[in-house]
């Protein structure tokens, strides 16, 4: 059988234009893209929390120090992230997969209070975690289906460890073609 790839190369020749992947295409080769595996955590206005797995975490900034992730803008909890003014983002640890699927479900009724500690500036993040960052909305923007949310960083946990001391030794949870996996502590 003909390659459809291969059919969609030539029939982008004949006619001099490059004709678009599909979205499933960008997902699979996304998906080879490895990634930690992060949650989201804020306050909410009840005194509550609301907490979302994540895999889109990115380094920004420096000067200030700047986090990015992606909302998904059909999210059932998208006003609570959007518009909140401050957010923890707790790196997952790789015995914590349970805690990645259980702030991957729809909305907020598997939240368990126990997963979270609450930090001096009374911000939660989850407990086990290899460390997590606290942060100010920096600037947020709309981007496709997505809102992109940039983070100040104004404070995080587990500080790294000063020359000669050992580092804690925690290690990541990973995610890779749709699975999770363990990265193991090199
Ligand atoms: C590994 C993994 C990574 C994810 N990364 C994101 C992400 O970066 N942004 C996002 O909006 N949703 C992401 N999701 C989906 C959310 O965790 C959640 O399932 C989705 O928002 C549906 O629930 P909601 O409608 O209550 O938000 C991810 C899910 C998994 C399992």
């Not at 004709?19 to 997902?27: A, H, K, M």
């Not at 080769?29 to 907490?51: D, H, K, N, W």
């Amino acid at each position: 059988m003909r390659d459809p790839a291969a059919h969609r190369d030539t029939h982008a020749q004949d006619t001099g234009q490059a004709s678009l992947p599909s979205t499933s295409e960008f997902r699979k080769l996304m998906g080879q893209f490895a990634t930690g595996v992060c949650v989201v955590a804020v306050e909410t206005e009840s005194g509550g929390v609301a907490a979302m797995t994540i895999n889109s975490l990115v380094s920004v900034s420096l000067e200030p120090m700047l986090l990015c992730w992606s909302l998904h803008n059909s999210s059932s909890q998208f006003d609570l992230f959007a518009k909140a003014e401050r957010f923890t983002i707790s790196i997952l640890s790789e015995d914590q997969a349970e805690v990645a699927l259980r702030y991957a479900a729809r909305g907020d009724s598997r939240l368990v209070a126990d997963d979270f500690a609450t930090s001096s500036t009374g911000l939660p993040s989850i407990i086990g975690s290899v460390g997590h960052f606290e942060c100010r909305q920096y600037s947020s923007h709309t981007a496709g289906d997505h809102t992109m949310l940039l983070g100040e960083v104004t404070a995080m946990s587990p500080l790294p460890a000063t020359e000669g001391e050992e580092e804690a030794g925690v290690s990541p949870l990973g995610f890779f073609k749709g699975r999770f996996f363990s990265i193991g502590n090199e």
